[in-house]
Structures are given as structure tokens and as C-alpha cells.
T-cell receptor, first 112, second 113 residues
Framework: DQQVKQNSPSLSVQEGRISILNCDYTNSMFDYFLWYKKYPAEGPTFLISISSIKDKNEDGRFTVFLNKSAKHLSLHIVPSQPGDSAVYFCAVLSGNTGKLIFGQGTTLQVKP | ETGVTQTPRHLVMGMTNKKSLKCEQHLGHNAMYWYKQSAKKPLELMFVYNFKEQTENNSVPSRFSPECPNSSHLFLHLHTLQPEDSALYLC????????????FGDGTRLSIL
């Protein structure tokens, strides 16, 4: 069973609008969450993270929201730019060994 | 040179071959990781090394053998692989294990004939 789920395989947004990517997890013990972006033929690039002691973390155009009661996190990108078109993965840290558990990814397309 | 470098970028091998994947990080990190991404599946952790010691083996078959001679280098030795082992193999590093973002290389695309 998948412990981290990104239920939307793809998302299309107009340039300048907000992109909202969603992620659900199953284990309430998870306490550190990350978002990565991946372009074709490149490795994932770290975007932003959030600890369970917070419900929001912001870095420029990127904001991650955490709803612990719903076991849900989301990544907001505003304003969206064509260069944001990529696959976005959420990940959770499991335990103390550095093990990341990834979701399946959501492909974001930002149209000019 | 900066970041995490993986070689080769592409590898085609037969099931009886022996080959190795190499990863090198220039970030001064102490932890290194191997991940596997099969088609239409999420990235899956294989191994974790922290200060050259293996701290996690995610039930990986013995035909995959990791080696970490120092904190900057990580190898994945491959032997008698199966067609289902065809995948993208990604290396990552972080300052420490725990609440640290992991930085990924661009991966090795492995095809088993």
C-alpha cells in the first residue's frame, strides 16, 4: 500500500495563475515533508520542506501547507510560470535513517 | 564541479554481465543514498550510507551490492540482473540523515537485455 499519494497525475494551469498540487499520507507519525521538482532527463530538485510543528512554509512563489488532522499537504505556486512545467513529487521522511517515501508525482503544465 | 554526479548516464547490459554505477558528490555531505525509479512507480529507496556505514537496506536483492569507500563516493555493483531491474537509478546525498533535504544526481538509465 502506498503511504504517500498524489492522486492527480497531471495539472494544467494558465501562466500567472495559481497552481495547487496535493499530496496525502497515511501515517500520522510522519513529521517532515518535502516537495521536489523534476525536469526530463534530470534528477529531482529540492523545492521546499515543512516540519509538522508548522502548518505553512513560504519561499518566494512557493508555499507548502500542512494539514495534520487530514494528513494532507499541498504546494501552491503563484504566479505560475511556463518554466514551472515539470513533474512535482511530494515526499515524507520515515524514521531517522533518511529514508524518503515519495508519491507518484504530478505533471504540471503551465501554458503561456 | 558541484552537486551530485552519476556515471554512466545510460547503461545496457545482459543478465549475466557485471557492471557498476558510480556516484560522486561535491557538497561535503556525510550521507548518501541509492534510489530506484521503475516505470510508472514512485522513487523507491534502496540503500542509505551515513559516514560510510550502511544504515538502511530496503530489502534489496543481493544482486545489487552497494559500496561506499568514503563520504564522497558511492557505487552500486550489479550482477546477474533481471529484466525487471531495468529502471532509472538515482543517487542522492545530504548533510546528515534526518531532517535534511537530499540532493539528487541525474540518474543512470539501466536497461537489462
Amino acid at each position: 500500500d502506498q503511504q504517500v499519494k498524489q492522486n492527480s497525475p497531471s495539472l494544467s494551469v494558465q501562466e500567472g495563475r495559481i497552481s495547487i498540487l496535493n499530496c496525502d499520507y497515511t501515517n500520522s507519525m510522519f513529521d517532515y515533508f518535502l516537495w521536489y521538482k523534476k525536469y526530463p532527463a534530470e534528477g529531482p530538485t529540492f523545492l521546499i520542506s515543512i516540519s509538522s510543528i508548522k502548518d505553512k512554509n513560504e519561499d518566494g512563489r512557493f508555499t507548502v501547507f500542512l494539514n495534520k488532522s487530514a494528513k494532507h499537504l499541498s504546494l501552491h505556486i503563484v504566479p505560475s510560470q511556463p518554466g514551472d512545467s515539470a513533474v512535482y513529487f511530494c515526499a515524507v521522511l520515515s524514521g531517522n535513517t533518511g529514508k524518503l517515501i515519495f508519491g507518484q508525482g504530478t505533471t504540471l503544465q503551465v501554458k503561456p | 564541479e558541484t552537486g551530485v554526479t552519476q556515471t554512466p548516464r545510460h547503461l545496457v547490459m545482459g543478465m549475466t554481465n557485471k557492471k557498476s554505477l558510480k556516484c560522486e558528490q561535491h557538497l561535503g555531505h556525510n550521507a548518501m543514498y541509492w534510489y530506484k525509479q521503475s516505470a510508472k512507480k514512485p522513487l523507491e529507496l534502496m540503500f542509505v550510507y551515513n559516514f560510510k556505514e550502511q544504515t538502511e537496506n530496503n530489502s534489496v536483492p543481493s544482486r545489487f551490492s552497494p559500496e561506499c569507500p568514503n563520504s564522497s563516493h558511492l557505487f552500486l555493483h550489479l550482477h546477474t540482473l533481471q529484466p525487471e531491474d531495468s529502471a532509472l537509478y538515482l543517487c542522492a546525498s545530504s548533510q546528515e540523515t534526518g531532517r535534511q533535504p537530499q540532493h539528487f544526481g541525474d540518474g543512470t538509465r539501466l536497461s537489462i537485455l
